[in-house]
């Protein structure tokens, strides 16, 4: 027999703080549902609107609902693009969090952009490539104090990039190509593998989730040019698209115990269908 310690509680982020960018709705705002079902004091959720039926408060509402949690939501507006504004969020999150330091960073909050790749606009390069890597490499940085605070050898505090698997593979090139969005996808990859190395020293480790299609705002658009949910579920091996229960599956097993040793991975949450050649595949 091996002597587990504290299995128990291998999967709970009991006490934990956590920021989730991007968590008013979508990906991000499952993981903050399932960080304060596992326990999280805090779990402080980030997006640029504050109202309306997509904004901050009504998610922090929702959350604030959820049954049987300890701990509680706390919405502050920002855009994670803009570098006086990422100040202003981590001079928020510092208060908030006090003496608790910050245990578990998610850089969700993505901007995509699908056009012929002769007419894409500088102005959607620089938009996508300011939030999904230049905003993440900030972020970080100026996170790493307040994640300190709060790590340990055996638990460390989690950066987790909410990447793409279209950052290793090409998903869509021609009419709705959205190569810039591949590329910054493929970008932040590389970001994440670096920060687990530089920041590992720090008590500090960083792991990349790459999902593959979730229904959702972003990706609505892509799924509807591609024929929709249910034609795009017959190309997956699994027969479906992702679903609440399989991000936050990840994600709370990458920010517990369980996950304490995982540095610098990318983890695929997309049935496979990365490593499927579509329609071929079903011949
Ligand atoms: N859904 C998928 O199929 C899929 C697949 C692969 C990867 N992903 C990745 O998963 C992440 C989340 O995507 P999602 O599908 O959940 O998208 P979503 O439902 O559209 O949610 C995006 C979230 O990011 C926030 N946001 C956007 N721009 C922001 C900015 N500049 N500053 C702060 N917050 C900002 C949005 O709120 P505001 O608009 O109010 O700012 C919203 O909370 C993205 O990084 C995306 O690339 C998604």
Redo the contacts with the bound molecule.
């Keep these: 027999m091996s002597e587990l310690k504290g299995f128990d509680a291998l999967f709970s982020l009991e006490g934990k703080t956590a920021l989730v ?9 499952h993981m903050a549902t399932a960080f304060l079902r596992s326990g999280c004091s805090l779990v402080i959720i ?4 504050r109202e309306g039926e ?3 408060d009504q998610a922090v509402d929702k959350l604030n609902k959820l049954p049987g949690i300890k701990g509680k939501a706390v919405g502050i507006a ?5 570098t006086e ?1 990422i100040l202003r969020l981590t001079g928020e999150v510092k208060t908030l969090v006090g003496d608790r330091g910050l245990s578990i960073l998610v850089c ?5 952009w699908g056009s012929p790749f002769l007419e894409a606009p500088s102005s959607s390069s620089i938009k996508i490539l300011d ?2 890597v230049r ?1 993440v490499f900030e972020l970080v940085q100026k996170s790493v104090p307040l994640m300190e605070a709060s790590a340990s050898k055996h638990d460390p505090s989690r950066v987790l990039i ?5 950052g290793t593979n090409v998903p869509h090139v021609g009419d709705h190509g959205t190569i810039m ?1 591949s590329t910054s ?1 493929a970008a932040v990859n590389h970001l994440g593998r670096n920060l687990a190395v530089e920041l590992g020293p720090r008590n500090i480790t960083t792991n990349i989730i ?10 609505q658009g892509l ?1 509807n040019n591609l024929g929709g949910i249910e034609e795009l579920s017959k190309d997956n091996p699994v027969g479906r ?2 679903e609440a229960e399989d991000i936050a599956g990840v994600a709370v097993f990458l920010c517990s115990r369980a996950g304490g040793y995982v540095n610098g991975v990318d983890i695929a949450v997309d049935g496979a269908a990365r490593l499927s050649a579509g329609r071929l595949s079903r011949l």
């Excluded at 960018?21 to 990906?27: A, F, I």
């Excluded at 909410?162 to 279209?166: C, G, N, Q, Y």
């Excluded at 790459?210 to 990706?219: H, N, R």
């Design positions: 960018t991007g968590g008013s709705r979508g990906l991000g705002l980030t997006a640029r609107k997509q904004g901050i920002a855009n994670v693009a803009n504004d969700n909050a993505g901007a995509a939030l999904n905003g909410i990447s793409s698997t279209a969005y996808k790459a999902p593959g299609f979730f229904p959702s705002k972003l990706a799924i698209l992702g």
